[in-house]
């Protein structure tokens, strides 16, 4: 094919699983430039400067309780160090968070109710029995009016840019929004909100010897994030994000996927196909064993191919099982090869990616995850990185 396609085009051709002038290149996450950047606008356009096919992300809805929620932090001194406390108090009971404060601890004396740095930290995670599920309904609210009418209004300013300048627009998962602070690692989700609630022990031995458990939470995290999903496809957006981290083989065998996440996923994915917007999920390790199901499940998008980090990945086997039906964005390595490996490896691994993964289209190209790094032979990688996918 030889016409000349905008942004937008490109992108959702690959997500269509056809071939366009070229195969897009978007950086799943790019904290390295972010940060660089005053704020989303010039993010969009440093990216645009680097010759990058560029998704404008709509903001996220902030997490909001039901109105009688009250909540009291705290910190306390102990033989471990310093431990931080959250009680959220709910019209069904008290539920309490307790995390020992690290010395990369960001969020100063606080604990945020999702993120990444509450698994290893925690000494008390919120959720730690049946009963402790009547009060967190009362933490998993609707956006409210305020919230949507908010929204609304960054989104037009936004939707707007991206016609201007042809770019694809995205919702339900952000990842360069500084604006969400203390609870960034929010979005659409399942699995990974169990993972920060409960712990990933007592979420995997509930999910084999109390599974009505398991199964409860996940469906008030899925309802939840409906109504947030709804607003997202409300708006028009050309494709919308789910985070999954935590649902692939690294941490739930294969039967349990498909007993409790499969379900769910399915249901979200067919009301996104009902606003005629593309489905994607994010899933960078331990995702070979799923294939079936994610076939099955009616994604559009697979995010986060990654062919060192992420565990029994095999580009080929990806390529011949999921061909013609569900796209692949990624194919290269972000922290091992992009920011620490040499100017040959990383023109071998994005060769590698384009040669195997680029046939017959349904294929981005970016780093998995993230580029983080602000360093010369981060930059330098990522010029090679563009200048091959260019040529």
């Known amino acids: 094919m030889t016409k000349r396609i905008n942004s937008r085009e490109r992108i959702l051709m690959a997500l269509n699983n056809k071939e366009a002038d070229y195969i897009p290149c978007s950086f799943m996450i790019f904290t390295a430039l972010q940060k660089k950047c005053k704020n989303q606008f010039e993010f969009i356009e440093r990216q645009l400067n680097l010759g990058l096919d560029v998704r404008v992300e709509l903001p996220e809805l902030p997490i909001r309780f039901h109105p009688k929620v009250r909540t009291k932090e705290w910190k306390e001194k102990s033989k471990e160090g310093t431990l931080l406390y959250k009680d959220y108090y709910t019209p069904a009971g008290k539920l309490t968070s307790i995390v020992k404060k690290t010395d990369d ?16 930290r925690s000494k008390k995670f919120l959720i730690t029995s049946k009963e402790d599920l009547k009060s967190l309904y009362y933490l998993f609210s609707e956006p409210t009016k305020e919230d949507i009418s908010d ?17 694809l627009v995205s919702g339900g998962w952000r990842s360069d929004g500084p604006e969400m602070e203390i609870n960034r690692d929010a979005g659409i989700m399942g699995a990974d909100a169990l993972m920060w609630l409960c712990g990933v022990e007592r979420t995997l031995l509930w999910a084999m010897d109390e599974p009505e458990i398991i199964q409860e939470l996940l469906e008030m995290i899925s309802n939840w994030s409906i109504k947030r999903m709804e607003v997202y ?10 985070r999954a981290w935590y649902e692939s083989t690294d941490l739930w065998s294969p039967s349990l996927y498909h007993r409790f996440i499969f379900p769910l996923l399915r249901k979200e994915v067919d009301l996104t196909h009902q606003s005629g917007v593309k489905f994607g999920y994010i899933m960078t390790s331990g995702v070979m064993p799923l294939l079936d199901d994610l076939l099955n499940s009616g994604i559009d998008v697979l995010i986060g191919i990654d062919p060192i980090q992420g565990r029994g990945t095999n580009l080929k086997e990806f390529k011949e099982k999921l061909r013609g039906r569900i796209c692949l964005w990624g194919g290269v390595n972000g922290f091992l090869t992009i920011e620490r490996g040499t100017k040959k490896e990383v023109e071998d691994a994005v060769s590698k990616a384009i040669s195997i993964l680029g046939p017959e289209g349904g294929f981005i190209l970016s780093p998995v995850d993230n580029v983080t790094e602000d360093r010369d032979i981060t930059w330098n990688n990522v010029k090679v990185m563009i200048k091959i996918w260019k040529n």
């Not at 601890?105 to 290893?120: A, C, E, I, K, R």
């Not at 929204?151 to 770019?167: G, I, P």
């Open 105 to 120: 601890w960001p969020y100063g004396d606080s604990v945020p109710l999702f993120n990444d740095y509450l698994t290893p």
């Open 151 to 167: 929204f609304r209004a960054k989104a037009k300013k936004l939707k707007k840019f991206a016609q201007n300048k042809d770019l």
């Open 233 to 242: 496809l409300d708006e028009g957006i050309d494709l919308l994000i789910k």
